[in-house]
């Protein structure tokens, strides 16, 4: 990406030199759930990080009789290409990050269902007797705190 977004190419030691500090910080933040915000910093110092790496250890162009350094055009089209990249990583990262809190909120909710499922029958019997509006059943109650609803709020729904 670095080529494409017109920078020079980057020698493999110079690559491999950049993923330990990149992992290092990916780690740091992946030690809690981090919001949008927090996100988009990391993502904008990683890309600044990686470009100024890049750029110091890029392999320097070959001499030809034609100069095409690109001058401002290429400079504004890096900048550009790292602030998407780093817009969409911080996106991508958020998303991916409440979906997989959701996904494994649902594993240990279906993880104790199957356990209270398994139960003997004299246990489940022994228990305090539900009642009349508590016999929803947990597997509904489960899935229906974890379902999202987007939309408007009620007063402002067409119907």
Same mark, same amino acid.
């Given at each position: ?41 990391? =993502? ?42 780093? &817009? &969409? ?14 996904? &494994? ?16 029958? =004299?246990? @489940? ?9 508590? @016999?929803?059943?947990?597997?509904? @109650? ?6 999202? @609803? ?6 402002? =729904?067409?119907?």
């Amino acid at each position: 990406m670095h080529v494409l977004a017109g920078g020079s190419p980057v020698e493999p030691e110079t690559l491999s030199w950049a993923i330990p500090p990149v992992a290092a910080g990916a780690f740091l933040l992946a030690r809690r759930r981090c919001g949008f915000g927090v996100l988009m910093g990391a =993502s904008f110092a990683a890309q600044y990080g990686l470009h100024l790496w890049f750029s110091a250890g890029a392999v320097p162009p070959p001499l030809q009789g034609h100069q095409h350094a690109g001058g401002l055009s290429a400079g504004l089209f890096m900048l550009l290409v790292h602030v998407g990249m780093a &817009l &969409l990583s911080a996106y991508w990262l958020e998303r991916g990050e409440s979906g997989l809190a959701l996904l &494994l909120w649902l594993l240990v909710a279906s993880f104790l269902t199957v356990l209270l499922w398994r139960l003997p029958a =004299s246990a @489940r019997r022994a228990a305090v007797p539900a009642r009349r509006h508590d @016999r929803v059943p947990l597997v509904t @109650r489960l899935l229906a705190a974890a379902v999202s @609803r987007r939309g408007p709020p009620v007063p402002f =729904s067409v119907s």
